[in-house]
């Protein structure tokens, strides 16, 4: 009896030493994707050029998200950024394909496009003023309409800049 104890025991314990190792793998790759993704988002952010060809990769492929499926670097601040690695499944795009995206995205400045369109649509600053009077007086019916007329001029005129 004492040796099925002590048995049980012992599964037990290398069992839970198992797990604990699992874990501690596990968290170590986590906070490694962490810091490649938190590194690709502070280039990005920082570095026009950088943006610019995580919008054209974008352009090229929506699905593809900068820091888990492709890492942007540049050796120093003379050179283009170029695609360092490229884990997506998705087919890596050319440097061809990535010029002309580069070349469409630069004549166009969607930024201040999406938000000229949303401004001419959007209610009024009086309007909306208004409706957030009626609202704390207790009368909440043309906020609620208001706040509808922002959030289809949203959804028509999306941000698209998923690479800051």
């Not at 968290?27 to 990005?44: C, E, G, I, P, Y």
């Not at 995205?105 to 938000?115: G, T």
């Not at 957030?132 to 007329?149: N, P």
């Amino acid at each position: 009896m004492e040796n099925g104890v002590i048995n049980i025991i012992f599964v037990v314990l290398t069992v839970v030493c198992v797990f604990i190792y699992i874990m501690w793998r596990d968290s170590r790759k986590m906070n490694a994707d962490v810091q490649r993704m938190t590194q690709q988002h502070n280039l990005v952010e920082h570095d026009q050029r950088a943006r610019a060809l995580c919008r054209a990769i974008h352009l090229l492929n929506p699905h593809v998200i900068s820091g888990v499926d492709y890492l942007i670097r540049h050796d120093s601040p003379d050179q283009e950024p170029y695609i360092a690695e490229w884990f997506s499944d998705d087919s890596r795009p050319s440097r061809e394909e990535i010029k002309s995206a580069l070349l469409e995205i630069s004549d166009v400045d969607h930024e201040a496009k999406y938000s000229a369109l949303r401004r001419a649509e959007y209610p009024s600053v009086e309007e909306q003023l208004d409706a957030a009077y009626q609202a704390r007086q207790g009368d909440d019916s043309k906020q609620r309409e208001v706040d509808e007329k922002i959030r289809l001029v949203k959804e028509k005129y999306p941000k698209t800049d998923e690479c800051v």
